[in-house]
């Protein structure tokens, strides 16, 4: 999996790249959250248009990004969020707690509010 990183009317959009299943990509996705934190960037997207796989240990990756940025103060929206991913996340109720948008223009919006 790839991260590239940019930034976009005061958030930061993190876009994934490949599959996202757990070993170096849970490091990566850590890595790269707590560098966003160290920064003080806590609206954070994770854009998952480029991820043509997810798994159960994918899917804890995301939990651990969100928890972590929630306990900093800040967090993190979902966006282009696939229909097999979006099952998953209803199958575990976690659609619940992720935001997910469509459109950048509208996750990075949703940001106003806070």
Do not use: P
Request: hydrophobic letters at 40%; one cysteine or more; a neutral charge.
């Amino acid at each position: 999996m790839r991260i590239e990183s940019r930034e976009r009317d005061g958030v930061t959009i993190l876009d994934l790249q490949g599959k996202l299943m757990g070993g170096s990509d849970a490091e990566a996705f850590k890595v790269a959250i707590h560098k966003l934190l160290d920064k003080g960037r806590k609206r954070v997207i994770v854009n998952l248009h480029g991820v043509d796989w997810i798994n159960s240990t994918g899917v804890g990756i995301l939990i651990s990004g969100y928890t972590t940025m929630r306990r900093s103060g800040g967090d993190i929206r979902l966006l282009h969020v696939s229909d097999k991913i979006r099952s998953i996340l209803y199958v575990t109720k976690l659609n619940t707690i992720f935001m997910c948008f469509e459109s950048e223009d509208e996750a990075v919006a949703s940001f106003a509010d806070d």
